[in-house]
Nanobody
Framework: QVQLVESGGGLVQPGGSLRLSCAVSGTIFNFNIHAMGWYRQAPGEQRELVGSISGGGETNYPSSVKGRFAISRDNNKKAMYLQMNSLKPEDTAVYYC????????????WGQGTQVTVSP
């Protein structure tokens, strides 16, 4: 059974930085070829994609975070990271990770997520 565990969230002032981690446990064949994504969900909002990384390391971001967020992965550790810089109050949300299928949809049950709060 695959489990996703996010960590690294916290309270940070506007303009600050955080680095989130996603640890994947369980059996995933050929982990290194799977695309992965970071998502977030703010109170009262739908979960949204904040970036993705292909098996080959190509990344994509929506305009709302482009230039501020950066995703990386370590296939040996079955881990993914989200470096968040120049944080804004609107980045406040619970952040989740998942593996994406060929259609771009998340594959596994969501983990607990990690809370990011950006506030003075």
């Amino acid at each position: 059974q695959v489990q996703l565990v996010e960590s690294g969230g916290g309270l940070v002032q506007p303009g600050g930085s955080l680095r989130l981690s996603c640890a994947v446990s369980g059996t995933i064949f050929n982990f290194n070829i799977h695309a992965m994504g970071w998502y977030r969900q703010a109170p009262g909002e739908q979960r949204e994609l904040v970036g993705s990384i292909s098996g080959g390391g190509e990344t994509n971001y929506p305009s709302s975070v482009k230039g501020r967020f950066a995703i990386s992965r370590d296939n040996n550790k079955k881990a993914m990271y989200l470096q968040m810089n120049s944080l804004k109050p609107e980045d406040t949300a619970v952040y989740y990770c998942n593996i994406r299928n060929v259609g771009g949809l998340p594959v596994y049950h969501w983990g607990q997520g990690t809370q990011v709060t950006v506030s003075p």
